[in-house]
C-alpha cells in the first residue's frame, strides 16, 4: 500500500464493518452510528472491510454507501498469540484495546491460579463477548483490517510447550517467538509451569498486569515484523 493510500485511510471519517466489501452494507446499528453519533454528510468518505483483510473505500449516500474504490486485500498478518491472565475491573478490556492496536491476532483468556476475579459460566461468557466487542470497536479505530480473534479459556496445563512464559528472570532474546503468556495480578503460582517451558524478560522494572501485556504484545508484533521491519533488519539495528 503506499503512504497516499495509508494517509486516506487514517484521514477517512471511519471504519466499519461489513459482510461483502464489493456490495458494502451497514448493519442497523452501524447505519445509526455513522449518521446520528458521527453525524456523517452525503459525500464524507470511510472504509469498509470485512475483518478478513478485504476493504475499501466508500462515500455516504443518501441511503446506504457507495464504493468509490477497489476492494483490496491486505497481507495476512504472522500469526502471534497473547495468553492473558483477566485482571480486575476494566483493565483487561484496555489491554485487549491496545493489543488489537499493537497488531496481535489471537487472545486467549488464561485461567492461571491467582486469578483474582471470577471467569465461569455466564460471567464468562459475557467477559469473552465483551473482549471481542472491544478488539473489534478497537480494529476500526486502528484502521487493521484482520479481526483480533478471542477464544475459550485455558488452563496452564493446556498451553502449548513452545509458547514462552513472561518472567521477571526471563531471557531477553525474543526471536522466534509468537507467543507468549502474561500472568495475573498476584503472578504466577509455584510450580504452576514446568522447568522446562522458555521464560521471557519484559524489562529491568516490575509491570503492572496490563502494562506487561501491552508490552508483550509490542515486543511480539515488533519481532515478526507486523510493523514493517523486524528486530533484525538491518536499517533498524
Known amino acids: 500500500m503506499s503512504l497516499v493510500d495509508w494517509r486516506r485511510r487514517v484521514d477517512a471519517l471511519t471504519q466499519l464493518r461489513v459482510a461483502d466489501v464489493q456490495r458494502p452494507e451497514l448493519s442497523k446499528d452501524d447505519d445509526h452510528h455513522l449518521r446520528r453519533v458521527l453525524r456523517a454528510t452525503v459525500g464524507e468518505e470511510l472504509v ?124 531477553g532474546d525474543w526471536s522466534d517467538v509468537r507467543a507468549i503468556a502474561i500472568g495475573p495480578e498476584g503472578g504466577w503460582a509455584e510450580g504452576e509451569w514446568d522447568a522446562g517451558r522458555r521464560r521471557l524478560s519484559l524489562g529491568p522494572t516490575v509491570l503492572r498486569a496490563e502494562t506487561a501485556a501491552v508490552v508483550a504484545s509490542s515486543l511480539l508484533s515488533f519481532t515478526n515484523g507486523s510493523w514493517g521491519f523486524t528486530a533484525q533488519s538491518p536499517a533498524h539495528r
Open 48 to 171: 469498509v472491510t470485512d475483518g478478513r483483510g478485504s476493504w475499501s473505500f466508500c462515500e455516504v449516500a443518501t441511503v446506504g454507501l457507495t464504493r468509490v474504490s477497489p476492494v483490496v486485500q491486505d497481507p495476512t498478518p504472522t500469526p502471534t498469540t497473547l495468553y492473558m491472565a483477566p485482571l480486575k475491573g476494566d483493565r483487561s478490556e484496555w489491554a485487549i484495546a491496545k493489543a488489537t492496536e499493537l497488531g496481535i491476532t489471537t487472545v486467549v483468556p488464561l485461567l492461571s491460579a491467582r486469578l483474582a476475579v471470577k471467569f465461569k459460566g455466564e460471567v464468562r461468557e459475557k467477559n469473552i463477548a465483551r473482549w471481542q466487542r472491544i478488539a473489534d470497536e478497537a480494529c476500526g479505530q486502528c484502521r487493521r483490517t484482520y479481526d483480533l480473534r478471542v477464544t475459550e479459556p485455558l488452563m496452564p496445563s493446556d498451553i502449548p510447550h513452545d509458547v514462552g512464559i513472561a518472567d521477571f528472570d526471563g531471557d
